[in-house]
Structure formats: structure tokens, C-alpha cells
């Protein structure tokens, strides 16, 4: 199958000095990670997910709700990056200046190579202390299994005691501040904007699309099928990032060019 790439896009990407990449759930999809509204499926089925990804949620029970990130976290553990992370770390070797701004909490963009990576949700490998907030030390290998399915103890912050959280941004939790900072500017500056695999439900995230287009930044969508962000952007390209995306390197740096 041939994905058509607008000849307008490949002229403004021949001449960008700074590319941006807004990245959600879809990214990593094919690197077997479900997406933010898949993962809950199966021992989570009953669960939506700001039921689980908030700090009440937490509160309320600690054992559900880390053993949901650690089941999340062992599928990243033996997942690998997909066309999709790799291209885009590539696409850094092609234009001066490339920010990838993400809202997964995985690793999958750093380990394709992608440097400065932007995490405005937080990362799953890089949990914290519930109470005192200090960073908590996970020991290496894949996390066990959760007994009888999902529920674990969380670990012990072993500077005060305090129960150990995932490293993530929960709904109700702000953005921090630096990387919310890094994200406005790169979408401020850059020639194009691509957000990939995101349902653009999720604010402030998705108000970084629009930030874009009010500026000189052609936006440019990659998903599976329409999102709120159909309007905003210039191109709507349909289909799997990771096929979508080595096509436009290859239609805008492809071998013969
Ligand atoms: C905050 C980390 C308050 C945890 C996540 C207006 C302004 C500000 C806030 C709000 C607002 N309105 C409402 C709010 C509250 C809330 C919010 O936005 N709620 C939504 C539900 C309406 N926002 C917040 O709470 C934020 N904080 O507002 O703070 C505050 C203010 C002042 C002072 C104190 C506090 C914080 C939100 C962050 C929550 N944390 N993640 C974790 O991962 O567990 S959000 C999480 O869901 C993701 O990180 C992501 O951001 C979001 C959506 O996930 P997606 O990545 O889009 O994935 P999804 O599954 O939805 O979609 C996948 C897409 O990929 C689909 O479109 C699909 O078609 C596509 N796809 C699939 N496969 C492929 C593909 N595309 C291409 N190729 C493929 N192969
Ligand atoms: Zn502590």
C-alpha cells in the first residue's frame, strides 16, 4: 500500500530548521504497549482509567494500583522500540533541531535513540516517594508477576518510610513546570509539529497542537482515524505511525534524494 505524502510537506520538511513531535499511546502501540484507553483491558477491564491513575486512587488502594503500573512497566521492560520511535530518532540526524515532546510514561522513544526527551506525564522507570517525593531506586530485572493476578505491595521510601508511587504525572497533578515550559516553546518555534497516536483528549497536552498552528508551525497529524485535532491540523495522515513515518523519511530523505 503507497501512502500518499502531500508534496507540500516533503518541501517544508526539506527546508525545516526544527521539527517538533507531540507523541501519545499510538506510538508505542506497536511495540505491543496497549494504548492509555487499551491497557484497561483484562484484569483491569472494570477500571477507567482516572480511577486508577490518580493519587486517590492510590490512597484508596495502593496494591491495585501499583501493581498496574508494574504490569504496565514489565510490558515495557520486554517490549523494543518500533519503526515509529526509530524513524523519528533518525529524523534528528536529518534537521538541525528536533524536540520529541511525549506523553507516554515509557522509555521506547530514549531507547530509539531520541536525546532530550520531554515527558510531561512522567516516566515508569522512575518512580518516587508518595510522601517525601524522593526518587526511589527500582531493582533491575523484570518486576514478579502480581500474585493472584494484579495487586503488589508497593515498596518502602527507604529515606522516610513513605510508600513508593509511580513516577507519573496522575490526573488532578500539574504538569511540571520546566518540561511544560520546554513543550510551549518547541511548539512555539518549530516549521512543523507532528502529534502522533494521541487521542488529543487529554489537557494541557493537547492545547500544544493548537499553541502550534496560532504560531508558524504547519501541524501535521499522524493517527488511525479522526481526532478533536482534525481541524487543526494541515495534514491528517491515516494510518500506523509505524508505517506512516518511515514512509515521509523516506518520500523526504529516501535514499535517492
Ligand atoms: C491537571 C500519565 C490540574 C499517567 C496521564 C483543562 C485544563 C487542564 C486540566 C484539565 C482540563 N480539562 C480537564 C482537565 C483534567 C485532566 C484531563 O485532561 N482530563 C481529561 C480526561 C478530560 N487533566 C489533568 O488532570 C492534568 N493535570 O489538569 O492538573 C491542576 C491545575 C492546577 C493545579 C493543580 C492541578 C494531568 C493529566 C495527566 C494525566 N496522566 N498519563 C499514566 O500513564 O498512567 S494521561 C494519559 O492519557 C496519557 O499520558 C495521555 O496524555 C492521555 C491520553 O492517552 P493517549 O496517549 O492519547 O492514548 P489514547 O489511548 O487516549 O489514544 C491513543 C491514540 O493513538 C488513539 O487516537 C488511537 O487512534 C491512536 N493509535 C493507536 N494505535 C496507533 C495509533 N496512531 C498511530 N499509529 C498506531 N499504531
Ligand atoms: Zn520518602
Redesign the pocket.
Known sequence: MTIEIPSELIVVLRNARHVAFL?????S??SGIP?????LTGLWENFD??Q??SADAFRRDRELVWGW?EW?RMKVLKAEPNA?HCTISTIASKVPHVDVVT???DDLHERAGSENVVH???R?DHPICFACRRLHELSLGIPEEPEGGRRLAPPRCEYCGGYVR?G????????PESEWKVAVDACRKCDVLFT????????????LPVIAARGRAMVVQ????P?SLDGIAQFNLV????V?IPALFDAVWGPSK
Not at 507523541?23 to 506510538?27: D, E, L, N, Q, R
Not at 494504548?35 to 491497557?39: G, K, P, S, V
Not at 507519573?168 to 504538569?175: A, I, K, L, N, T
Not at 499522524?222 to 482515524?225: D, H, P, S, V
Open positions: 507523541t501519545g499511546a499510538g506510538v502501540a506497536e494504548t492509555f484507553r487499551d491497557a482509567a482516572e486508577l491513575a503500573y504496565r515509529a506523553q507516554n510514561v510531561l506525564h512522567g515508569l509511580p507519573v504525572v496522575w490526573f488532578g497533578e500539574s504538569v502522533v497516536g494521541t487521542s488529543s483528549i487529554v489537557q494541557p497536552a493537547a492545547s499522524i493517527n488511525l482515524g481526532t494510518g500506523q505511525a509505524g506512516i
